[in-house]
């Protein structure tokens, strides 16, 4: 099983500010990684996959890096919107794997 | 516009079973790879079954589930199913249906989620 650990848990951020979440796996997965984002009582929304497309509808202001084992998630310029839960998820193997989650926070 | 609509949730003691059910609409079922994904209270996502719903060869379970759960489909329904038996405490969560991109892809579209509760 691919463990992913993402870091930081908690990022403490203003709006404006810029948020860096990162995802590292257990072996490679290529570039079979994505990003989704939760909200309090709603269902994961799709943000980034294979590890540098944005989904439908995602704004510009969130990019995706990184290959192998190395993953990153930018939001340039926080809005009030972004702050949420973001997790990280492989499909290259089975099982599909989720990161722990990393919350983005109104500092 | 994709909806995906879980129902079958609800509180069930440890041992007993339940079905729970999505009903799909928007795309082609019939020729899509289906998952169920679940999230017990105040924790993370935790990936459960998927299946290919034009070949019923193509089964995935996490070992968390295996033997205990099964995944299903009704094609002339649109509607995908999560038979599961044998509950335990630890099944406890909210269940998601969600539909996953062309050729094996991500996860792109998700249920509202339907909540299920293992407990005496």
């Known amino acids: 099983e691919i463990v992913l650990t993402q870091s930081p848990a908690t990022l403490s951020l203003s709006p404006g500010e810029r948020a860096i979440l990162s995802c590292k796996t257990s072996q490679s997965v290529s570039s079979l990684l994505a990003w989704y984002q939760q909200k309090p009582g709603q269902a994961p929304r799709l943000v980034i996959y294979d590890a540098s497309n944005r989904a439908t509808g995602i704004p510009a202001r969130f990019s995706g890096s990184g290959s192998g084992t190395d993953f990153t998630l930018t939001i340039s310029s926080l809005e009030p919107e972004d702050f949420a839960v973001y997790y990280c998820l492989q499909r290259i193997s089975w099982p599909l794997t989720f990161g722990g989650g990393a919350r983005v926070e109104f500092k | 516009e994709v909806q995906l609509l879980e129902s079958g949730g609800g509180l069930v003691q440890p041992g007993g079973s339940l079905r729970l059910s999505c009903a799909a609409s928007?795309?082609?079922?019939?020729?899509?790879?289906m998952s169920w994904v679940r999230q017990a209270p105040g924790k993370g996502l935790e990936w459960v079954s998927t299946?290919?719903?034009?070949?019923?060869?193509?089964?995935f379970y996490a070992d968390s589930v295996k033997g205990r759960f099964t995944i299903s489909s009704d094609t002339s329904k649109n509607t995908l199913y999560l038979q599961m038996n044998g509950l335990r405490a630890e099944d406890t969560a909210t269940y998601y249906c969600v539909k996953r991109m062309a050729n094996w892809g991500f996860f792109d579209y998700w249920g509202q989620g339907t909540l299920v509760t293992v407990s005496s």
């Open positions: 928007g795309f082609t079922f019939s020729s899509s790879v």
């Open positions: 299946m290919d719903t034009t070949r019923g060869d193509k089964i």
